[in-house]
């Protein structure tokens, strides 16, 4: 990278670059490694692992020219974390249950947040994580101190009474306001997914592929038929649909 970068020799697009431009990059890359994955192709993935890779050595090599720090910082700052976070692994060898591991992982995290001045136990969640993901890091730390329901109950009554604010933000038709009620309404249904130990993204992951999945079953027997989507009537689609649950 050191030489894509080079002021003479170097690539011209390497060169342009700067943290920010190369940051969605990063993004895209991360979700590719993700999609790799859940497609179960492990060439794939060892190529996107690559292609991840290059964003890391890529930003590193931008902070070295910088002067703020250098691959090589990177790595030791994550082998130190990993580390710090497993003192009953490294430090002192015992045997400990998940629980007494959560607890450490806690301790060693809240350690971390007071050397770092933060003030609030918000301060450190990414702004820029996709929303359900952050709904549920957020939910989880307030849970953590007790702001959270006993029971499963306090989530449905919660539900409820959202949808009873959105219905009559709809009913005056107020498009703020729907708006923020949707978002309350989709932050209590992630919180109950964090509460059932679902993870909300990857169960509204697969509730899009299994959409799409019916979908193009519907367009798949139209075309059967020589028909397309917009000469059929919304009761042939449903109908179909219904046939697409059987299978999908």
């Known amino acids: 990278m050191e030489q894509l970068r080079d002021k003479e020799k ?22 590719e490694v993700a999609d790799a994955i859940a497609r179960e192709n492990h060439n794939d993935l060892k190529l996107e692992l690559g292609d991840l890779l290059l964003q890391v050595v890529f930003l590193s090599q931008i902070a070295k020219e910088e002067g703020l720090f250098k691959f090589e910082d990177v790595a030791n700052a994550i082998s130190h974390k990993l580390i710090s976070r497993h003192p009953y692994v490294f430090e002192n060898p015992k045997e400990h249950t998940p629980d007494e591991q959560l607890e ?64 009559k933000a709809i009913q005056n038709k107020d498009q703020s306001n729907i708006e923020e009620e949707i978002g309350d309404l989709l932050m209590i249904l992630t919180n109950l997914s964090r509460h059932l130990k679902v993870d909300a993204e990857t169960a509204l992951h697969k509730s899009n592929r299994k959409f799409e999945k019916r979908f193009r079953y519907i367009e798949d027997e139209l075309g059967k038929k020589g028909k397309k989507l917009s000469d059929s009537s919304l009761e042939e689609m449903d109908k179909l649909w219904d046939e697409a649950k059987l299978i999908n």
Do not use: H
């Not at 700067?18 to 990063?26: G, N, Q, R, T, Y």
């Not at 702004?127 to 702001?147: D, E, Y």
């Not at 959270?148 to 109950?153: P, V």
């Open 10 to 31: 170097g690539c011209e697009w390497d060169k342009e670059q700067d943290f920010k431009s190369i940051a969605p990059f990063a993004i895209e890359e991360a979700y």
């Open 104 to 167: 450490s992982w806690e301790n060693s995290k809240a350690k971390e947040r007071e050397e770092l001045n933060f003030t609030s136990l918000m301060d450190d969640i990414a702004l820029t994580l996709p929303a359900l993901m952050r709904s549920q890091k957020i939910q989880k730390r307030a849970s953590r101190v007790g702001f959270d329901w006993s029971s499963i109950e306090g989530y449905f009554k919660k539900i409820e009474e959202e949808t009873g604010e959105l219905k």
